[in-house]
């Protein structure tokens, strides 16, 4: 069965950091495009970084640059999003997806087949 599922999410307080895991199952994640997203309380979701081997170096929102650092562990078969100096405007439920590899990440980031759950951070002020 294809599948994430995240983890690592928390209560922070401003300026602490975290680091989420997206593990996957049934296909390899450095074969695919992997993203990060996130959906704050009565905001739409937003795209926070996106790794995908075809295309070069992650790519990260402007919002995310800077203090989010995006990396993937083969033997682990796991993704990991990093947060740093979060602050209360990180609050959200974060997302992983998977999709093909693709050279852009116009493409890379946006042609997603693979959800997981979810997986809720909240920073405190």
């Known amino acids: 069965e294809v599948q994430l599922v995240e983890s690592g999410g928390g209560l922070v307080q401003t300026g602490g950091s975290l680091r989420l895991s997206c593990s996957a199952s049934?296909?390899?994640?450095?074969?695919?495009?992997i993203s990060w997203f996130r959906q704050a309380p009565g905001k739409h979701r937003e795209g926070v970084a996106c790794?995908?081997?075809?295309?070069?170096?992650?790519y990260y929102a402007d919002s995310a640059k800077g203090r989010f650092t995006m990396s993937s562990d083969r033997a682990k078969n796991t993704v990991y999003l990093q947060g740093s100096n979060l602050k209360p405007e990180d609050t959200a439920v974060y997302y992983c997806?998977?999709?093909?590899?693709?050279?852009?990440?116009?493409?890379?980031?946006?042609?997603?087949?693979?959800w997981g759950q979810g997986t809720l951070v909240t920073v405190s002020s």
């Open positions: 790794l995908s081997r075809s295309a070069g170096t992650p």
């Open positions: 049934g296909f390899i994640v450095d074969d695919r495009s």
């Open positions: 997806a998977a999709g093909p590899l693709f050279s852009d990440y116009l493409r890379a980031c946006g042609r997603l087949d693979v």
